[in-house]
Structures are given as structure tokens and as C-alpha cells.
């Protein structure tokens, strides 16, 4: 059976973080098992829509600009198309729940009559919920638990997203797929001396890569601390591979300035292609402080490169990494920077995993994975 499938998302940019690719990358998964897909999304000046920037196949795409704030998400125009077309769908997939687009769109799926699953993007975990608290206690009880309660499925993409959401997840059905993950513009992984060279790096420097956003939520300061503490060898280097929140940015290199550190860190806003490629395997780790991350594809990037991960226990991607490539340090500053020195003194080899680890996340793989979740909702609750 073809299915059709939409897909909604308050926003998809390019620049607007590691959401959009992880949708970009779901409607790969999925249509590679012939499901036909429509996506309604809305943008703004400052998030432009660059489909151009993923891989959509034939996917149709809905889109209009957002009305008022982009943290809103609120796509009037897409709304009422999708209002129009709702019944036409098996499955409506509304991505992220804060935002006004997803609220509206549960509302709209409801009354057509038509199942839908909400992919959290950890948005339903502790984390966020302790963000605004109080504003996002009032939102909850008013808005998004009956988003919640009316989804035919949560997904969630490893047990750690799964554990720290379910206070907000109730007795709604549960499904846990990984992302799907393009691991093929990085094999084989350039080998770390190339790559050093390509960068212009040093053979012979411990490196630390943090790869993401440089925003508050991965906890940059927390790491940079980490490093500044630690006794690590002359010439030690901490790198920040990422589109920056600014005021971050600032903080970071104010910090590293005033320490007289300036000359070991480094934030680059932006590296793609052959430079994201020799990123990815010029580290001697992959470190990530974070406080919140469901998954993490900067991680499962770095361990398919063969780098070292060092990650908070808040990264749900650990669960798939293979045990040798990978150190969970709770978020205690003398541990983190007690694991740095450690590993400066015996520096982790590149170490590629095997190709069992690259399957598991495939886009054939994963899509098999949603069409038996398609099909399970859709037999359980029959089209109206």
C-alpha cells in the first residue's frame, strides 16, 4: 500500500538548526518506501525556506510566509490549505509542538478525522518545560495536551528522550525510531592527518571539536570551562563548528580572551562540503556538554568518522554508538575536565565503526520502520 503523508513543521531553514534536517531527512526515509509526501511549513526573512538545501525527492511543498514572531510558527496560509486538503492524507506528522502551526494542525487533523503523530524534537522533556516555566506550564495545561492526548503515536528517537518526556507524554502511545542519517558524504572518513593538513592544523595538537549550534542549550561555556581548567598540553585547540547565537559567540570569545586563551579557541559559523567532512575526522573528540539533545546527528557523524565522542548523559544518540567510541560524563566540571586530560594523555585513535553502524540509520532503514508504524495506526484506526 502507498501511503500519503503530510508533514508539518512551524518553520524549515536551512539556518534554522538541526530540525528541518532531521524532517528533510524523515521524508527521505519515508519515501524511499514509496509514501507520497506534502510538506506545509512556513518562513520568514530571517529563516528563509531553502529546500535547495536538502534532499526532497518529489516532495510537494505548501509554504507561506509566518505571521508575526518566527518563534511563533504561526502559518496562516498553510493552515487553511492544509484545512482543505486534511482528509486527503492517512497520516498528518506535525514536527515540534511549540509552535502555533502544530496546535492548529492537531486541531485540523482532529476534525478531519485523520491520525496523527507528534515527533517532539526533545521538546517535550524536562529541559524545555523548565524554560519559562511558569508561561510554559499555563501553555501546556491550554494548548498542548490535547495535542498530546490526541496524537495516535509520540515518536521519540532514543530512551533518553523517552525517559525525560513522559511526565508531558502521559498514557499517549509511544514509538522510538532513530533519525535517518546521510552517512554517505562521509565515507570513507578522511583519514585525521589529511584532514589536519586540509584545515591547516597541526599533526601533532590535541584537538576538542564541538560540532551544533553554538547556543545555550549545548552548553558551550560549561565545555570552554572544561578546557580552561584542564591541564592539557601547549597548543591544545577548542574548536566550534556551528551557526552561533550571537550573544553566545560573544561570551565565548570574551571569555577565552580574558583568560588568555584566545589563540586555542576557535568558532567558525559555518562549514560544509569537504570542510564539514575533514571537521568531522580532524578532532582527537567530538565533545558536547549539552543540556537537552534527543538525538544528536553531529555525534552520530563524528563516530562514523571514527572521532571519539564525549558526551553529557542528555544526548540520546549514545545508545547507538558503540561503546569504544564513546565517554557519557555527567555534567560535573572537574570530571569533564579530568576526561579531556585523560584523553590528552593517551589520544583516542581514529576508529571508523563497523558498516552495522551506518545501516542502522539509512533511510531504507528507518522508512521500513515507519511504515509499520503507518500501518499499525492505520488498522487500529481506520480512515473516516
Not at 245 to 253: D, P, R, S, W, Y
Not at 280 to 302: M, R, W, Y
Not at 312 to 333: K, Q, R, T
Request: hydrophobic share 40%; aromatic share 8%.
Amino acid at each position: 500500500m502507498s501511503y500519503k503523508v503530510a508533514q508539518i513543521t512551524g518553520m524549515f531553514s536551512a539556518s534554522g538548526g538541526g530540525a528541518p534536517r532531521s524532517v528533510a531527512d524523515q521524508i527521505a526515509a519515508v519515501q524511499s518506501q514509496g509514501v507520497q509526501v506534502t510538506l506545509f511549513t512556513g518562513y520568514s526573512e530571517e529563516f528563509p525556506l531553502t529546500p535547495d538545501a536538502f534532499d526532497l525527492g518529489d516532495c510537494e511543498i505548501v509554504s507561506c510566509p509566518l505571521l508575526g514572531h518566527s518563534y511563533l510558527g504561526y502559518a496562516p496560509s498553510v493552515l487553511k490549505q492544509l484545512a482543505a486538503r486534511a482528509a486527503e492524507f492517512d497520516v498528518i506528522h506535525l514536527n515540534g509542538v511549540w509552535h502555533l502551526t502544530a496546535v492548529i494542525g492537531a486541531r485540523i487533523a482532529r476534525r478531519a478525522g485523520v491520525p496523527y503523530i507528534v515527533t517532539g524534537h526533545s521538546h517535550l522533556g524536562q529541559y524545555h518545560y523548565s524554560r519559562h516555566a511558569m508561561i510554559k506550564k499555563a501553555l501546556h495545561h491550554l494548548l498542548i495536551k490535547k495535542v498530546i492526548r490526541g496524537a495516535a503515536r509520540i515518536h521519540v528517537t532514543a530512551e533518553w528522550e523517552k525517559s525525560t518526556s513522559i511526565h508531558a507524554i502521559g498514557n499517549t502511545p509511544i514509538v522510538k525510531i532513530p533519525l535517518a542519517v546521510d552517512l554517505s558524504p562521509l565515507l570513507p572518513p578522511m583519514p585525521r592527518g589529511e584532514a589536519r593538513r586540509h584545515l591547516g592544523l597541526s599533526d601533532d595538537g590535541f584537538h576538542v571539536v564541538s560540532f551544533g549550534r553554538l547556543a545555550q542549550q549545548k552548553n558551550p561555556l560549561f565545555l570552554l570551562d572544561a578546557f580552561r581548567t584542564a591541564d592539557l598540553p601547549a597548543g591544545s585547540k577548542l574548536v566550534f563548528v556551528g551557526p552561533p547565537e550571537q550573544a553566545v559567540k560573544t561570551e565565548v570569545l570574551r571569555i577565552a580572551r580574558d583568560a588568555g586563551i584566545a589563540n586555542r579557541v576557535t568558532v567558525i559559523d559555518y562549514a560544509s562540503g569537504l570542510d564539514r567532512k575533514a571537521w568531522l575526522s580532524a578532532g582527537d573528540l567530538f565533545a558536547l556538554p549539552t543540556h537537552d539533545d534527543n538525538f544528536c546527528i553531529s555525534a552520530i557523524e563524528s563516530a562514523a568518522s571514527g572521532t571519539h565522542c564525549v558526551l553529557s548523559p542528555h544526548v540520546g544518540a549514545y545508545e547507538y554508538i558503540p561503546d569504544d567510541l564513546v565517554d557519557v560524563i555527567p555534567l560535573e566540571m572537574a570530571e569533564w575536565a579530568l576526561t579531556l586530560e585523560r584523553h590528552a594523555r593517551s589520544r583516542p585513535q581514529q576508529n571508523p565503526p563497523p558498516d552495522t553502524f551506518r545501516l542502522q540509520f539509512k533511510a531504507e532503514t528507518i522508512g521500513k520502520k515507519w511504515i509499520n508504524v503507518y500501518g499499525s495506526i492505520l488498522n487500529l484506526q481506520p480512515r473516516m
